[in-house]
Nanobody
């Protein structure tokens, strides 16, 4: 069993940067691949980024490539999403997730999810 607790969401202005974090705990948590998704009202859950459990491989969604960076600290089991140059279109509820599959972009491949955190980007 893995538990994911998120924090860091808030209201920011266009062009701002924000870092989300996701604290992971539980059995063998460091062996899980980790990902970030978001969901805006009326839209499907969108893949943003994922990182292999060893940390050497990262994958990004096209909409955030070059602006968002995923990273994790294996020593303390915290996953991060650094978001730069935020736009109003980034407004959504953001979720971290953990899974054993390397099908990183498919939300159905993740077994555990954080509670979600709201990010709002004002124009």
């Amino acid at each position: 069993q893995v538990e994911l607790v998120q924090n860091g969401g808030q209201l920011v202005q266009t062009g701002a940067s924000l870092r989300l974090s996701c604290v992971a705990s539980g059995s063998a948590v460091s062996s899980y691949n980790m990902g970030w998704f978001r969901q805006a009202p009326g839209k499907e859950r969108e893949f943003l980024a994922a990182i292999h459990w060893r940390g050497g491989i990262t994958v990004y969604g096209d909409s955030v490539k070059g602006r968002f960076v995923i990273d994790k600290n294996n020593a303390i089991n915290i996953l991060y999403l650094q978001m730069n140059n935020l736009e109003p279109g980034d407004t959504a509820v953001y979720y971290c997730a953990a899974g054993l599959s390397q099908n990183y972009k498919d939300y159905a491949a993740y077994e555990y999810w954080g509670q979600g955190t709201q990010v709002t980007v004002a124009s």
